[in-house]
């Protein structure tokens, strides 16, 4: 008899375990896996750096994979092949991407604003400087304005801050001068007077007595158009959009997390031990660096407004980029938020 007791109460145990086991069997199978394309040594791609470390994407069960993706066309090139699950890219290259047929739609945003500054090197004279945008670009006519290449968006940017300000594109020589590494010599040579860049390179011109910020866009500064405007985001592939809605809804329910994290003040301090593990900057202090990445936090968040998309749109049909506008369902997933805010 004690024997069948004993055995019983053995069965019932085993039986609970299993029950309490069935959840976390459940959740490991549940596990999704994704890869990410980021830019190594960039800020911009802070928001999934942030996730990956701070496990938002794990606690969502999502295996990732972060890929090194050197340039936007590479990332367009990355996710519409299926090589990489989710991809960071400007608004601009992915109205054109979907304009040319190919199968993308963005399925979370990154910036909320524009993360560019007009940098003027040392040495150019800056009267108007003290008045502000428009006031001062009365300094910067006749000038070499450095841009990344010609005919693409930052190039469009910069002629529009100048005509916004009531002169000609005509009235500057626009320079191709590539990326902000290669950037930062032409202009220490003189080769160009003026570049609109990302962060790092304004930071590191101001404590290095380089150059001075003229216009920054992020703090809306330069033309209204661009004020509070997003300027790139995560997109995936439509099958993936298809095929895979979880994978798509726990990245951007990670991002998410993220934005709440980083967003709070008190978090800044990891922030920026964080970001200096894949961002090293060594022109810049500690204090530096802080500032930077302090000031850069306003500029991100996952929104993807139709104001964007339709601004973008109308800024490569202006510049013959593009035949006919697209609008933010012509280029966004259905499953992604035009507004979001962190709950309290």
């Not at 809605?245 to 800044?268: D, G, M, T």
């Not at 530096?288 to 407004?305: E, N, S, W």
Request: with cysteine; glycine share 6%.
């Amino acid at each position: 008899m004690k024997d069948r007791i004993m055995a019983s109460v053995l069965a019932l145990g085993m039986a609970a375990s299993a029950v309490l086991a069935a959840p976390t069997a459940a959740l490991a199978q549940d596990k999704l896996a994704a890869s990410i394309g980021y830019y190594p040594g960039a800020l911009i791609s802070m928001p999934v750096l942030i996730a990956n470390e701070q496990k938002f994407f794990e606690r969502n069960g999502l295996t990732v994979e972060l890929v090194p993706v050197a340039s936007g066309p590479a990332m367009t090139s990355a996710v519409a092949s299926g090589s990489v699950t989710f991809v960071n890219n400007s608004w601009d290259n992915l109205i054109l991407a979907v304009d040319k047929g190919l199968p993308v739609r963005a399925v979370a945003g990154s910036t909320v604003k524009v993360p560019f500054a007009l940098l003027v090197r040392k040495g150019i004279a800056l009267p108007h400087l003290a008045e502000g945008y428009p006031g001062v670009i009365k300094d910067l006519v006749g000038k070499n304005w450095g841009v990344l290449a010609l005919g693409v968006s930052v190039h469009f940017m910069a002629q529009l801050i100048l005509t916004d300000a009531g002169f000609k594109a005509s009235d500057v020589t626009f320079l191709a001068v590539g990326l902000p590494n290669t950037a930062r010599p032409a202009l220490q040579r003189g080769t160009v007077d003026t570049y609109l860049s990302i962060e790092p390179l304004p930071s590191i011109a101001a404590a290095k007595d380089e150059g001075t910020v003229v216009v920054d866009l992020a703090k809306n500064q330069g033309p209204k158009v661009f004020h509070d405007l997003g300027y790139n985001g995560w997109w995936a592939s439509t099958s993936t959009i298809k095929d895979k809605p979880e994978v798509v809804a726990r990245f951007a329910r990670s991002l998410e997390e993220s934005y709440c994290w980083f967003s709070k003040p008190e978090n800044l301090d990891q922030v920026v031990t964080l970001l200096q593990k894949y961002v090293k900057v060594p022109d810049l202090s500690e204090d530096a660096y802080k500032a930077m990445v302090k000031g850069l936090l306003p500029t991100f968040g996952p929104d993807i407004t139709s104001r964007t998309i339709d601004t973008w749109s109308k800024l490569l049909v202006d510049n013959k980029q593009l035949g006919a506008p697209k609008t933010r369902r012509d280029v966004v997933a259905e499953s992604a938020r035009e507004s979001f805010r962190c709950p309290n």
